[in-house]
T-cell receptor, first 112, second 112 residues
């Protein structure tokens, strides 16, 4: 069966520090991969998605970037964090078009 | 811009009652409509989904009703339980798309 791993679960970082969040998927090949952000008590904002290795689409201009160095690995990065980058970051995968989207358990990022 | 409008924003129901959450979509061809359930600190999990060739789908206490002509779909939770207290998101997937468009979420509280 397919599983998605996301780490760390929580992270506290100072303003101006770099960020690297990693997500891996097991049990499937060539998944579509996604990064979402959820502000406290708010909805799901799509940040990036990828349909293949090295292919990244950005949905919202911001202080973040994403990379997909391997088929089942998706990384969210920032060179210098801002206070506004705080939130709940969710990685997700989808096997094909118009099919279920499966989420990881998220990373709670607090920028201080 | 493609949108999915979800209501109500929050909902309080007594144990044993029926919870109803509504979503409406705009002038776009969508062909997959999932509902997600999210508990605090966790990623959203797929609850139930429907495709537009059926008007209703039931899984246990959860039912999706779909009205294609009105471009509306709703989630009904029968015999609501305190364990159903969570945030619920509706979503819609445009035909042939790798992306889901999410509603803004409904925070459900089921009182004992």
């Amino acid at each position: 069966s397919q599983t998605i791993h996301q780490w760390p679960a929580t992270l506290v970082q100072p303003v101006g520090s770099p960020l690297s969040l990693e997500c891996t998927v097991e049990g499937t090949s060539n998944p579509n991969l996604y990064w979402y952000r959820q502000a406290a008590g708010r909805g799901l904002q799509l940040l990036f998605y990828s349909v293949g290795i090295g292919q990244i689409s950005s949905e919202v201009p911001q202080n973040l970037s994403a990379s997909r160095p391997q088929d089942r690995q998706f990384i969210l990065s920032s060179k210098k964090l801002l206070l506004s980058d705080s939130g709940f970051y969710l990685c997700a995968w989808m096997g094909s078009t118009n099919s279920p989207l499966h989420f990881g358990n998220g990373t709670r990022l607090t920028v201080t | 811009q493609q949108q999915v409008k979800q209501s109500p924003q929050s909902l309080i129901v007594q144990k044993g009652g029926i919870s109803i959450i509504n979503c409406a979509y705009e002038n776009t061809a969508f062909d997959y409509f999932p509902w997600y359930q999210q508990f605090p600190g966790k990623g959203p999990a797929l609850l139930i989904a429907i495709r537009p060739d059926v008007s209703e789908k039931k899984e246990g206490r959860f039912t999706i009703s779909f009205n294609k002509s009105a471009k509306q779909f709703s989630l009904h939770i029968m015999d609501s339980q305190p364990g159903d207290s969570a945030t619920y998101f509706c979503a819609a997937s445009p035909t042939g798309s790798y992306k889901l468009i999410f509603g803004s979420g409904t925070r459900l509280l089921v009182r004992p």
